[in-house]
């Protein structure tokens, strides 16, 4: 799983994967699906009645959990991106990221250093004004 030739990303789930481990795309993909949706379904950790309170792991999860999801964001527009204009899902796949990009930003979510990859694409499909450098201290 890669983000070009720059951009390794590991995977490691505390349980099978201990020690952070390089595999295929496809499986970090798989693994990472099963893994947010074992954290999503965990009533510990995203509570379902309101008498019940967020743990104080909440936004950090959260954050490592969109992190992983931005990865997946960097793989498919570094690497498959032909394959998605040959379809033409191009201005989907865009307005997917779009939205992504702007939440992330908005509540501080994704760490600048993994925003790297995409930061040319970023700056011509997220702002109105490409010429306008990307600022990823974005807060509106």
């Not at 074992?38 to 792991?57: A, G, L, R, Y």
């Not at 032909?82 to 992330?104: P, Q």
């Not at 509540?107 to 306008?132: A, G, R, S």
Request: glycine content about 2%; proline content about 7%; some cysteine.
């Amino acid at each position: 799983m890669s983000g070009g030739q720059k951009f390794e990303y590991l995977w490691a789930d505390g349980a099978k994967y201990k020690k952070p481990t390089a595999l295929p795309a496809t499986q970090y993909i798989s693994l990472l699906m099963d893994w947010i949706e074992t954290q999503i379904n965990d009533e510990h950790v995203f509570p379902v009645t309101v008498d019940v309170p967020f743990p104080k792991s909440f936004i950090p999860l959260c954050k490592k959990i969109l992190t992983r999801l931005f990865r997946v964001f960097v793989h498919v527009y570094i690497h498959h991106f032909d394959r998605i204009v040959a379809i033409g899902a191009e201005a989907h796949v865009n307005t997917c990221y779009k939205h992504f990009y702007y939440f992330i930003m908005e509540f501080d979510l994704v760490p600048q250093k993994e925003l790297e990859p995409l930061k040319d694409m970023t700056t011509k499909i997220c702002y109105d004004n490409p010429e306008t450098p990307i600022n990823f201290d974005y807060k509106k």
